[in-house]
């Protein structure tokens, strides 16, 4: 099975989840591509069974640049028989807009045909032990679903 991740970081707090996810999944057995969004493209994700996509959501969700520069592209490709998962951090001082653009993310891979394999992983600022729990279990639902 082929992942490819593609993480937006501003911090360095999503580029952990991004290399945390990584190493579950290559310990899964996985082959797994992982890429900052400004050296991404949309349709990278047409060569993977599973499209990962780890972003943060800034102030109250409005999407950075490169965020939304690659949010246009992924609208423009069929995904249709692939899965998802999408990730992200936030900062719950900004209450409903808290990760706003991994739900937006969530959407729109959906809308592409898509299918979601775990729940959204979403964490405040950097990822505690906790976080990388959370990060760990929906890794391990991934390999579950994907690897029989």
């Known amino acids: 099975m082929k992942a490819k991740i593609v993480y937006a970081s501003?911090?360095?707090n999503d580029e952990?989840?991004?290399d945390i996810l990584e190493e579950?999944?290559?310990?899964y057995g996985f082959e797994?591509?992982?890429?900052?969004?400004?050296f991404s493209d949309a349709s990278d994700y047409l060569d993977s069974d599973l499209c990962i996509f780890i972003t943060?959501?800034?102030?109250?969700?409005?999407?950075?640049d490169e965020i939304a520069d690659f949010y246009d592209q992924l609208k423009t490709i069929d995904l249709t028989g692939k899965y998802f998962a999408v990730m992200g951090s936030g900062d719950k001082t900004?209450?409903?807009?808290?990760?706003?653009?991994?739900?937006?993310?969530?959407?729109?891979?959906k809308e592409l045909g898509a299918s979601e394999i775990t729940a959204p992983v979403t964490i405040e600022n950097a990822p505690d032990d906790e976080a990388i729990d959370k990060i760990d279990t929906a890794?391990?639902?991934?390999?579950?679903?994907l690897n029989g």
């Open 139 to 145: 890794a391990k639902e991934m390999a579950d679903k």
């Open 24 to 27: 579950d999944l290559l310990d």
């Open 32 to 38: 797994v591509d992982s890429s900052d969004v400004t």
């Open 10 to 12: 501003m911090t360095g």
């Open 94 to 109: 900004y209450g409903e807009h808290f990760c706003e653009n991994v739900f937006d993310f969530e959407k729109a891979f």
């Open 16 to 18: 952990d989840m991004a």
């Open 56 to 64: 943060y959501t800034y102030g109250e969700g409005k999407m950075t």
